[in-house]
C-alpha cells in the first residue's frame, strides 16, 4: 500500500503564506483524486480542496482565491500552497489519496496561524 509522509506545516502569522508538501512512497497516477481536508479542535473534519487525475480542482468555498492544489508527478507529491491566511485556518491538515478501492491518509501536519 502507498504511504504518505506529510511536510511543511508550522506557525505562520495572519496574512502570511505556507505550502504543504504530501509525498508518497509510489507514483501518485494511479490514484483518481487527490486532496486535502483540515480539522480543528472540537470540529468535523472537512474538505479543503482537491485535484481529479485529469488536472481538474475543486475548492471549499472558504478558501477559494487563497490556496491551490497541485502536483508533480516526477516527484509523486501533492501540494497545497495557502496564501492570505487566517488565523480560522488553523487546523490538522490530512493529505487524500483516493480511486476505485482505495482511500490512503498521510498522518497529518499542524497548521498555526497566530500573531
Known amino acids: 500500500q502507498v504511504q504518505l509522509v506529510e511536510s511543511g506545516g508550522g506557525l505562520v502569522q495572519p496574512g502570511g503564506s505556507l505550502r504543504l508538501s504530501c509525498a508518497a512512497s509510489?507514483?501518485?497516477?494511479?490514484?483518481?483524486?487527490m486532496g486535502w481536508y483540515r480539522q480543528a479542535p472540537e470540529k468535523s473534519r472537512e474538505l479543503v480542496a482537491t485535484?481529479?487525475?485529469?488536472?481538474?480542482?475543486n475548492y471549499a468555498d472558504s478558501v477559494k482565491g487563497r490556496f491551490t492544489i497541485s502536483r508533480d508527478n516526477a516527484k509523486n507529491t501533492v501540494y497545497l500552497q495557502m496564501n492570505s491566511l487566517k488565523p480560522e485556518d488553523t487546523a490538522v491538515y490530512y493529505c487524500?489519496?483516493?480511486?476505485?478501492?482505495?482511500?490512503?491518509w498521510g498522518q497529518g501536519t499542524q497548521v498555526t496561524v497566530s500573531s
Open positions: 485535484m481529479t487525475n485529469g488536472g481538474n480542482t
Open positions: 509510489g507514483s501518485i497516477l494511479s490514484f483518481s483524486v
Open positions: 487524500n489519496l483516493r480511486r476505485v478501492t482505495t482511500s490512503v
